[in-house]
């Protein structure tokens, strides 16, 4: 393709609104530009490149000239036009988890697995926030030193529930250091000065869904269903970007110098890690930055094969938005 038409549904959403900033940020190079709300509604314009565009209500037929479709409106609207949308010849780039697990649909992160876009279907899925930037961190030493474990605790940022909770986060934190309470709706707990060890719905084993999200999408994406993943994913207090704490676990014992020239080299990879420095990633540093930043290397104790890691990066950027667009420019 040269110079896609390239459509959006959920525009003005979260996710949706930063594919936006970032085509421009990245001089995508579409030919003409499509927006649209998930609903019945037009929504408020939006600005693209210093000129104003509206969004107009989605419509099947809006989309008969083949091109690029990001879908950033929920997974229901996924499962309900996703296919029909590829069958009119558009690429479609789904950012919810309606397909990632389907067989006959690639779950892509480029810096990692580009190859399964070859001779795919028209149908690729964006992964999950949390896993993307794990992958990423992983994926280079995995190449090299085979893994086999996982036992990863995330702490997610509001902004992965959407706008509704982090403007949950601001009014709560407010009215908590005024020595009042607010009700929670967006959330299932009160998020300010808190922390909340739950994220989707628990299965009838105890995992959340973002749990079982990590766990699955990990060993996709890495092509090695026999990596034995653990997860336990928990909302915090912070408004933008992921954090992780990583456990892995490998095949042969790690050297610390030879494992910080790998994730140096990565693509994707800003190694922050300098304990004399007091250096480490954190979210404050890391809002709107392409890269999935890694610090505090430990190896061991227990055994020479196990590396602990902690990983930072911006949720709706490379967790969502940046990788879509990401996945786009490798269709080129």
């Given amino acids: 393709m040269k110079n896609p038409t390239v459509s959006i549904v959920g525009a003005t959403g979260l996710v949706g609104s930063e594919i936006v900033k970032i085509l421009s940020l990245r001089k995508f190079p579409f030919g003409r530009l499509l927006l649209f709300s998930s609903g019945r509604k037009a929504e408020r314009e939006v600005a693209v490149s210093g000129q104003a565009m509206p969004v107009v209500p989605f419509a099947i037929d809006a989309l008969r000239e083949p091109g690029i479709c990001f879908l950033a409106a929920g997974g229901d609207f996924s499962r309900r036009w996703a296919r029909e949308i590829a069958a009119l010849g558009h690429t479609v780039i789904d950012n919810s988890s309606a397909f990632r697990m389907a067989e006959d649909v690639p779950l892509v992160v480029p810096e990692v697995n580009r190859g399964d876009l070859v001779g795919r279907g028209r149908l690729v899925a964006n992964p999950n926030c949390s896993t993307i930037q794990m992958v990423v961190a992983l994926a280079p030493l995995h190449r090299v030193y085979q893994l086999k474990r996982v036992i990863v605790s995330t702490y997610q940022s509001v902004s992965g529930a959407g706008l509704e909770a982090a403007g949950e986060l601001a009014t709560q934190s407010a009215a908590y250091l005024e020595g009042r309470d607010l009700p929670a709706r967006a959330l299932p707990h009160r998020i300010a000065f808190n922390l909340i060890p739950r994220i989707d719905v628990f299965d009838c084993e105890g995992w959340t869904g973002e749990e079982r999200k990590l766990m699955n999408e990990t060993r996709k ?9 653990v997860a336990t994913a928990v909302r915090v207090p912070v408004f933008r970007c992921h954090s992780e704490s990583v456990y892995a676990e490998f095949g042969r014992e790690l050297d610390l110098g030879e494992v910080r020239g790998i994730l140096r080299a990565a693509p994707g990879v800003v190694l922050a890690d300098d304990p004399e420095k007091d250096l480490y ?17 430990r190896i061991g104790p227990a055994s ?25 420019e490798e269709l080129l």
């Fill in 221 to 229: 994406i890495l092509g090695d269903p026999s990596i034995d993943v």
């Fill in 281 to 297: 990633p954190m979210p404050a540093g890391c809002v709107a930055k392409e890269a999935t930043f890694v610090g505090r290397l």
């Fill in 304 to 328: 020479r094969r196990g590396l602990s890691m902690w990983i930072v990066s911006d949720n709706v950027w490379k967790g969502a938005a940046l990788n879509a667009v990401q996945i786009a």
